[in-house]
């Protein structure tokens, strides 16, 4: 089957579940800012971690395809599995996805992976956002669309832009900022301390690590 749209569950926020991790990603293992009830999404090998998602996608280039199922083969060798699946959902509801299992792997597949990720947030006409989670199933890194937004972080963090930028930091931080020129992975934005809500506000898309 291709009709992506059909499987739009209209959900605010979406898992995708990669071939990194180690067992299922049960929903109450998933986070605790993550509704349980959150759908999950395969892609490729994904499938032997994602807990009863709502389709399969990739090439099955390290899985079978999953035939019993809602699932949509990639045909074009040019673009990634998770390239493939990010364009097939550009125009679901979502506005939070949560990638599992795409970190601590070949360091090329993450930057690359990175790459993808702001590639589709900068595309999307509503605001959203998508964070990446390690093996512990902690936020690791996080892509926000350029614009205002309130982020809870508690110890160190970093802020980082693919793109020059102007931004503002304010609320439950060490270090404030106003209208602060950044440059495109500029020292500039690392080793902050939040401790609660912090509000951010940039012109262009960034990271916060």
Not at 40 to 53: K, L, V, Y
Not at 73 to 91: A, M, P, S, V, Y
Not at 139 to 152: L, Y
Request: aromatic letters at 10%; a negative charge.
């Amino acid at each position: 089957m291709n009709n992506w749209k059909s499987l739009d569950p209209g959900t605010s926020d979406l898992i995708l579940v990669g071939p990194m991790l180690k067992s299922v990603l049960k929903p109450e293992n998933a986070g605790k800012h993550i509704p349980l009830e959150t759908p999950q999404i395969a892609i490729d090998r994904g499938i032997e971690f994602s807990f009863q998602p709502i389709f399969w996608c990739g090439d099955g280039d390290s899985s079978e395809i999953p035939t019993q199922m809602n699932h949509l083969i990639k045909t074009d060798q040019n673009e990634t599995d998770l390239r493939f699946c990010l364009n097939g959902i550009k125009e679901f509801e979502w506005k939070h996805l949560h990638l599992f299992g795409f970190l601590g792997g070949r360091r090329d597949h993450e930057l690359a992976n990175f790459g993808e990720i702001m590639t589709i947030l900068d595309s999307r006409a509503s605001a959203s956002r998508a964070t990446f989670y390690d093996e512990k199933l902690e936020p690791s890194v996080r892509f926000f669309q350029k614009g205002i937004h309130q982020v809870f972080l508690e110890g160190t963090f970093s802020m980082m832009v693919f793109e020059s930028a102007f931004v503002s930091i304010s609320g439950a931080c060490h270090y404030s900022a106003q209208n602060l020129s950044l440059q495109p992975f500029s020292g500039r934005g690392l080793s902050n301390v939040g401790s609660g809500n912090v509000t951010i506000e940039s012109n262009q898309s960034f990271i916060i690590i």
